[in-house]
Structures are given as structure tokens and as C-alpha cells.
């Protein structure tokens, strides 16, 4: 075939489809960009966490596209057919029930698998809880810790907990509204309760909230209450200035270090040092 046929330009193999990794509102409906819209409208299908959630958006909008499963419990036998579908020429957007795909949503091992196979991903950006959560929360945001979900299993909690007290930058939690209340008093144990805190609920609905300014006042808020919906916490970091010595802390931090193989006295100096404290203070926590 010359390079004036009329067929020059046909590929024998199919060009690759783009994945669209589009983002979606965390409640107000309203927040859904032009963008995103004409994406779900135009690609070959929509994967989306639950079909039903995504219904709301597309009857609102008036799209009628295929829509598929995909979640946490579908993925691994969903990725090969959504790539196999990408290497066709297919275009595929995905989508979680709220926000970001990616961000604790399904999105982050299909981008993983589709990015190896050498597929173009295109970010369509829409509303974060996170990040919603923390330009609102009026704590300093040019620098924050995301953690997403703690972990439950007690030890691993302990150490991220203890990581969080101890960090100068914000950090930006995830939560369930069962579990809060008993966040909020593991944080006030190695935080203190008078760290800056904002619990923000329900952002951009209509019962929006943004609980704190401490955490003292958000265990007091929500002491006699039933908490429900969606909870984003932002903290502050420590502050250098306010360093208040934190006696389970350090008492940690002494176990940490004697079963490092530190004597109880050199532990004892290091960390009295370290914390403005008497040796005799330190040595006597355990
Ligand atoms: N992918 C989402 C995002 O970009 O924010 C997060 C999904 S994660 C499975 C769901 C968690 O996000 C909720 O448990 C809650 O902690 C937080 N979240 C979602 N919507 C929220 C809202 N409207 N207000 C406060 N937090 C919200």
C-alpha cells in the first residue's frame, strides 16, 4: 500500500480508548463540572462503584450511557475486561459513588493495571471530601497529611494515632460517623483537648456542619447526640510553641526505646532532654 491510498492511514491495529477517571459530587448534585457531564454522555461506558448512586446523577442530567459495576468486591475480575475494552478503542469512564475515584474509592488498582498496559488516563477533577473538608476548615492547608481511614487493628492504630499527635502539618481523617466518638477520645488522650480541630459533616448538603474548634469542645458537642452522615476531620499539627509534654507519649517513647535494648536510665535522660523535662519525671512513668 503506497502513502496515497485512501487506506494509508489505517491502522491494522485498533488505537488504544482513554480511561477517564471522572469525579463526581460528595452530595450536592449541583457540583458536577460540564466536563464530567460530557464525558459520561460520550464514552462507550460508564463503571461505576454502585449503578444506582450513579443513576441519580445521570437521570438528573438526562444521560442515558452503559453503565457496569465496579467495586472493591468485582475488580479483579472487572480490570482485565475494562482494559481488554480500552485496547479495543473503547472509551471508559470510571466513577465512585462520591467524589474522587482513587481517594479510598475504587479507581486506584484499575489506573495501576490500564497506566502498565501503556493506556492514556485522563482525570475529569471533581468535588474531595478531603480536601473540601480542609479549605474550610480555616487550619493551614499549603502543606497536609491525608490518612484517609485509620486502620481498626489496635496496634496499627496506635502507632498512626501516636504519628498524628506528634506531626507539625495537618492531618485530614476519614470516618465513620459509629466510630467518631470514640476517635475523638483517642485523640484527646495524645493530643490534649485543647488542639485545634473541625469535624466537618455532611459537606456541601443540606445539614453541613463544621464542629470544633478543639477537640474538647467537638467531644462535647456531640456528647448526647446520635451522629450520623459523612465525617471528615481535619487536625492541627503540633504546634512547636505550644509543646505541651504528653506523659503516654513518652512513656511510649521510653517502652520504644528500652525495648530497643536502651538502658531505663539513658532512655530516661534522652527523652527528659528531648521534652523539657526532669530525668526523675521520665524515669518514674514506668
Ligand atoms: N472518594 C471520596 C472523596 O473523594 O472524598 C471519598 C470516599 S470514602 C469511601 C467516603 C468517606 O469520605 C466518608 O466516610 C467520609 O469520611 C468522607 N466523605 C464523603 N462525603 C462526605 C461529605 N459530604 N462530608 C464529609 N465527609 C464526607
Redesign the pocket.
Request: charged letters at 25%; proline letters at 0%; glycine letters at 8%.
Given at each position: 500500500m503506497n502513502n496515497n491510498s485512501p487506506l494509508s492511514h489505517r491502522k491494522e491495529e485498533p488505537e488504544n480508548g482513554i480511561l477517564y477517571i471522572v469525579g463526581t459530587p460528595?452530595?450536592n448534585l449541583n457540583d458536577i463540572s460540564q466536563r464530567a457531564l460530557n464525558i459520561l454522555r460520550n464514552v462507550s461506558l460508564v463503571a461505576c462503584e454502585d449503578t444506582r448512586q450513579t443513576k441519580k446523577i445521570m437521570n438528573k442530567f438526562n444521560i442515558s450511557n452503559k453503565l457496569i459495576s465496579f467495586n472493591k468486591h468485582n475488580s479483579l475480575i472487572k480490570i482485565p475486561i475494562i482494559v481488554r475494552d480500552l485496547k479495543e478503542g473503547k472509551s471508559i469512564a470510571i466513577v465512585?459513588d462520591?467524589?474522587?475515584p482513587g481517594?479510598?474509592?475504587p479507581g486506584e488498582d484499575i489506573a495501576k493495571s490500564v497506566k502498565s498496559e501503556g493506556i492514556d488516563i485522563i482525570c475529569v477533577p471533581g468535588a474531595?471530601?478531603?480536601i473540601t473538608?480542609l479549605v474550610s476548615s480555616g487550619l493551614p492547608s499549603s502543606s497536609f497529611i491525608f490518612e484517609g481511614f485509620l486502620p481498626k487493628k489496635k496496634i496499627d492504630r496506635e502507632k498512626i494515632l501516636l504519628e498524628i499527635s506528634k506531626n507539625e502539618k495537618t492531618t485530614i481523617i476519614?470516618?465513620?460517623p459509629k466510630r467518631l466518638r470514640k476517635l475523638l477520645n483517642e485523640l484527646l488522650e495524645l493530643c490534649g483537648g485543647e488542639r485545634e480541630i473541625i469535624v466537618?459533616?455532611?459537606?456541601?448538603?443540606k445539614f453541613e456542619e463544621h464542629v470544633g474548634n478543639n477537640i474538647n469542645k467537638a467531644i462535647e458537642f456531640f456528647r448526647d447526640k446520635d451522629i450520623i452522615g459523612?465525617?471528615?476531620i481535619v487536625i492541627r499539627g503540633i504546634r512547636k510553641s505550644d509543646f505541651i509534654p504528653n506523659k503516654s507519649i513518652i512513656k511510649k517513647d521510653l517502652t520504644d526505646l528500652i525495648d530497643a535494648g536502651l538502658s531505663l536510665s539513658a532512655a530516661s535522660k534522652y527523652l527528659a532532654k528531648k521534652n523539657g523535662l526532669k530525668k526523675s519525671e521520665v524515669y518514674n512513668l514506668i
Open positions: 460528595i452530595g465512585s462520591a467524589g474522587m481517594i479510598c474509592d474531595c471530601a478531603a473538608a476519614y470516618e465513620s466537618a459533616r455532611e459537606l456541601t448538603k459523612e465525617i471528615t
